[in-house]
């Protein structure tokens, strides 16, 4: 079963490459160490020129867009499960980059349901490879479709911890599934639950998309009373993502940050648009929850130089939900 759909996904990754109906985001790779995380910054020019077609990036007036999932470009199915599709996403940085969407319209601000989780684990469970899951939800999150989907990116994504989150998560004193915790030396809201391997291992589908449901909608409770708690203004935007390990929700307060640039930043800048004069000098990160699993895409190397001098922490609390109090340590069990 691994094998079949491995290969299917193969072959029509294959055959859409060689056929032109893919384009892939070149990017160059540098770490920064932040927070016990080696953060992977991705500078990826082409983003400043990337058609206003693509699936999973943002567009710019208020006219309504066509839906790319209805009809979908048949060049990029991979199968049909029950209730969603698989799409080969057009527009990757990682080759075999997985789009599950929903065969009927659903709106991406709802919820993920049993039915979502459990075409996302048919996926996951199938792939060679270790793969994650993410989903952004809401205006604030990243997210520019509203037809709902899921998508999936084949691991490791760069050299370190795959994702690079999961360095905070392998350095928890204790893994309890089912338990909440937060990681107390990252600023912003965010709940994390590890999940029972040993069951999933050999779960169907239907009972491993229940028991991540479940896991899910805890999580969803947990990080709404947190910032109840905490006195935050309670978002209904929030990234999700998980591997076959763990699972993690950060609320979001924007889907994006606009940090100024400094005067030599601003040369630099204007030097990568071939002497034209900008109105505004500022950087704009837009992130989704890639972002909070340690990756983070810039346009030009005046935004990667932002971010080596103030931080990625800075750039994903401005975007989440800061928290009141940071504390120091690993992790905590999260007040219910």
């Not at 080696?38 to 066509?66: M, N, V, Y």
């Not at 684990?121 to 899951?133: D, E, F, V, Y």
């Not at 204007?270 to 004069?277: A, I, L, R, S, V």
Request: glycine content about 4%; proline content about 7%.
């Amino acid at each position: 079963m691994s094998d079949d759909f491995d290969a299917t996904v193969k072959r029509v990754y294959a055959a859409a490459l060689r056929g032109r109906h893919l384009i892939q985001i070149e990017t160059t790779v540098e770490i920064h160490e932040e927070a016990g995380v080696e953060f992977e910054i991705h500078l990826a020019p082409s983003l400043k020129r990337k058609p206003q077609s693509d699936p999973t990036a943002p567009t710019a007036g208020a006219a309504p867009k066509p839906d790319p999932f209805d009809p979908y470009d048949p060049h990029l199915f991979v199968t049909e499960l029950e209730t969603h599709h698989v799409l080969l996403n057009k527009f990757y940085v990682v080759p075999e980059h997985l789009l599950v969407v929903t065969k009927e319209f659903q709106k991406q601000t709802s919820p993920l349901l049993p039915a979502d989780l459990t075409a996302a684990w048919h996926c996951m469970s199938r792939a060679a490879k270790p793969t994650l899951a993410f989903y952004n939800c809401g205006e604030m999150s990243g997210a520019s479709q509203p037809h709902k989907h899921l998508q999936i990116i084949p691991l490791p994504i760069g050299t370190g911890a795959h994702p690079p989150i999961e360095a905070l998560f392998n350095n928890m004193d204790e893994h309890r599934p089912g338990q909440i915790y937060t990681l107390t030396n990252l600023p912003f809201h965010h709940v994390l639950t590890p999940l029972d391997t040993a069951y999933l291992s050999s779960a169907t589908d239907m009972d491993a998309g229940s028991y991540l449901s479940d896991a899910f909608f805890s999580l969803l409770d947990s990080s709404i009373e947190q910032m109840r708690s905490d006195g935050a203004i309670v978002t209904r935007s929030y990234n999700c993502f998980f591997t076959k390990r763990f699972m993690v929700i950060v609320p979001r307060s924007s889907d994006s940050v606009v940090l100024k640039l400094d005067e030599e930043e601003e040369k630099e800048e204007e030097k990568e648009e071939d002497g034209k004069e900008k109105e505004e000098k500022q950087a704009e990160f837009t992130v989704n929850s890639l972002g909070f699993t340690g990756t983070l895409l810039c346009r030009t190397k005046a935004e990667v130089e932002v971010v080596r001098k103030r931080g990625i922490l800075t750039v994903l609390k401005a975007v989440a939900v800061a928290r009141r109090e940071e504390g120091e340590g690993e992790a905590r069990e999260a007040d219910m």
